[in-house]
C-alpha cells in the first residue's frame, strides 16, 4: 500500500496557507518523511514564534485521510522555553514508539537528550518572509499583494495580520486597517524603554534593506544545510563574497544575521585586528590562526572588515611595498593555500571595492560582489518598527518615510537610541514625536525658496539636452533638504 500522502483540504484562511506552507517546506528536508514513511523530525521556530503556531499545520501533515498510518500510529510534541524538563521527557515517552512523529521546539530550548537521540533530522523553521504572504494572498483571497505592501504588513504583530485579512476585502482596505490600528504597548514601560542586546542580533530572514545580498544569504543557508546533509558537495556551495557600500548600511550586522541564520560559527576580523597584535610575523600569525579556527569549527563564517584596507599589490609603491605585499599574498593562501577551506564561507565588507586587489576577487576566491544599497521607505519604516518594536503604529511610522531619506540602518538605530533617551528620561513610553526629535534637522522646500531651486534646476536641464550630454532621464526635487 502506498504510504504517500496529499494535502486534502483546502486552506481556509491566510494563517493556514503561511503555515501549512513553511511546514511543508520544512519536512522535504526529510524525503522519506514527506513521502509519507515513518521517522522523527525535530523542527525548532524562529525567534518569536511559540510551537503552539504550527500545531495545526503539523498535524495535517500526520493525520490526513489517506495517510497509511492510523491516529495512534503520530505523534506531535510541543516544546516551549518555559516547560520543565519532566513535561517534554512524559510528552516524548507518551510517543516515542510511534511511527511518524514531529517535535515542534521553540528557539532557545536546549534539545533533551532523549529527543536529541531519537531525531533523524534537526530542521530550522524560518520566519515567514515576504513571498509567503504574497503567495498565500493568491491562493487564498485571489489577490496579488505588492512587495512593498508585504514586507510592511509582515511589521504588523501576527494576530493583528491574520485578523486583518479577510475574504472579499481590498488589499488596500486591509492595510488600512492595519496602519489605522494601535499596536498595544508592553505591559512593562521600563523594559519597552531598553535596547535589544546587541547578542539578539535577529536572523536573516528577519532582516530589511538588504536586497540580493538577502537572497544570497538565505540560499547559502540551504546550501550549507545540504552540503552538512551529504545532498550536494562543497563544489556546489558559493566559497565567498564581498559586500560593499556606504558606511551604515549594516554590513557587520547582515554577517552576524547570516551566521546565525545557516547556526554556524562567526569568526570575525579585520587587517587593523590581526596588525594590532604587533609586526609582521605577529600579524600572520593571527590571520592563519583565524582561518585555522574557522576551518575547525565547519561549516563557519569567516568575515573580513574593510577588506579594501589590504590594497593592491598594482598599487604599492612605497617604501613598505613589501610588507604589504607579503601582507597580501599570506591573505591568498588563506583563501585557497594547500590546506583548503572546505565548510568555511568567507565574507568580505567594503566601502569601495575598486581598492581590492583583484586577485582576491577573482574566479574561486571571493568571487560574488554584491553591494547593499541604502534602504528604501518600506524598508526604513520597517526597520524602524523593528529596532521599536513595534510599539508605534506603521500608520504613524510611515510619516517618517520622507524625513529619513537617505539614511542607513545605523542612523535609524541612532534615531532610535536618541528617542528612547528621551522617553527615559520623561519616565514614559517612546513616542512618534520622540523619534522624530532623534532625527537629523530638515528645511522643507516649499514656496519662493521651492520655486527659485526650480527655475535652477530648469537652466541645467536646457542647457544639458540643448548640448546633448547624456540622456536626459527627468528632474527632481525633493521635499526636504537636510542643512549640512
Not at 237 to 254: A, C, E, N, R, T
Not at 279 to 297: E, I, Q, T, V, Y
Not at 371 to 384: E, K, N
Not at 390 to 406: F, N, Q
Amino acid at each position: 500500500m502506498s504510504r504517500s500522502k496529499k494535502h486534502s483540504r483546502a486552506p481556509q484562511s491566510m494563517r493556514q496557507y503561511v503555515f501549512d506552507s513553511i511546514i511543508t517546506r520544512a519536512i522535504r528536508e526529510h524525503p522519506l518523511f514527506a513521502a509519507g514513511g515513518p521517522g522523527f523530525l525535530v523542527l525548532v521556530t524562529p525567534e518569536g514564534y511559540p510551537p503552539s503556531e504550527y500545531k495545526a499545520s503539523v498535524f495535517e501533515h500526520l493525520t490526513q485521510e489517506d495517510s497509511f498510518y492510523r491516529s495512534d500510529d503520530v505523534g506531535c510534541i510541543l516544546i516551549n522555553l518555559k516547560d520543565k524538563s519532566s513535561k517534554f521527557e512524559d510528552d516524548y515517552y507518551q510517543c516515542y514508539r510511534r511511527e511518524r512523529v514531529v517535535a515542534v521546539i521553540e528557539k532557545g530550548v536546549e534539545l533533551p537528550s532523549v529527543i536529541r537521540l531519537a531525531a533523524d533530522l534537526v530542521i530550522d523553521i524560518p520566519p515567514i518572509t515576504s513571498d509567503d504572504l504574497k503567495a498565500a494572498s493568491r491562493a487564498v483571497l485571489r489577490l496579488p499583494m505588492t512587495d512593498e505592501q508585504a514586507i510592511i504588513a509582515l511589521s504588523y504583530p501576527r494576530e493583528h495580520l491574520w485578523a486583518a485579512f479577510r475574504p472579499r476585502r481590498s488589499i488596500s482596505e486591509t492595510m488600512r486597517r492595519l496602519r489605522e490600528t494601535p499596536v498595544a504597548a508592553p505591559s512593562n514601560e521600563a523594559n519597552q524603554n531598553k535596547m535589544r542586546p546587541a547578542s539578539e542580533t535577529p536572523m536573516l530572514a528577519e532582516m530589511y534593506g538588504y536586497g540580493s545580498a538577502k537572497e544570497w544569504g538565505m540560499q547559502l543557508a540551504t546550501d550549507l544545510a545540504d552540503w552538512q546533509a551529504g545532498k550536494i558537495d562543497w563544489g556546489d556551495v558559493d566559497k565567498g563574497i564581498v559586500l560593499s557600500g556606504p558606511p551604515g548600511v549594516g554590513k557587520s550586522i547582515f554577517a552576524s544575521a547570516l551566521a546565525k541564520q545557516c547556526d554556524v560559527l562567526l569568526v570575525a576580523s579585520s587587517l587593523g585586528r590581526w596588525q594590532s597584535r604587533g609586526h609582521l610575523g605577529d600579524l600572520l600569525k593571527a590571520m592563519r590562526a583565524d582561518f585555522d579556527r574557522a576551518r575547525s569549527n565547519a561549516p563557519s563564517i569567516m568575515f573580513i572588515d574593510e577588506i579594501d584596507s589590504f590594497g593592491s599589490r598594482d598599487c604599492f609603491d612605497h617604501d613598505n611595498a613589501n610588507y604589504s605585499i607579503q601582507v597580501v599574498n599570506a591573505l591568498l593562501e588563506c583563501l585557497d593555500g594547500l590546506d583548503g577551506r572546505e565548510g568555511v564561507v568567507v565574507v568580505g565588507a567594503t566601502n569601495n571595492i575598486d581598492r581590492i586587489d583583484p586577485a582576491i576577487i577573482r574566479a574561486g576566491r571571493l568571487d560574488r560582489h554584491v553591494q547593499i544599497p541604502l534602504p528604501s521607505v518600506p524598508d526604513r519604516i520597517a526597520i524602524l518598527s523593528q529596532l521599536t518594536d513595534h510599539c508605534i503604529a506603521i500608520s504613524e511610522l510611515a510619516s517618517l518615510g520622507p524625513l529619513t531619506k537617505g539614511m542607513t540602518g545605523a542612523d535609524l538605530a541612532k534615531a532610535v537610541r536618541d528617542g528612547r533617551r528621551l522617553a527615559r528620561r520623561d519616565k514614559r513610553q517612546l513616542t512618534l514625536e520622540d523619534l522624530k526629535a532623534g532625527l537629523p534637522e530638515v528645511v522643507k522646500i516649499s514656496g519662493e525658496y521651492r520655486w527659485a531651486i526650480a527655475v535652477h534646476e530648469a537652466g541645467h536641464t536646457v542647457v544639458g539636452t540643448q548640448l546633448k550630454y547624456g540622456t536626459y532621464l527627468g528632474t527632481n526635487i525633493s521635499d526636504f533638504v537636510r542643512p549640512d
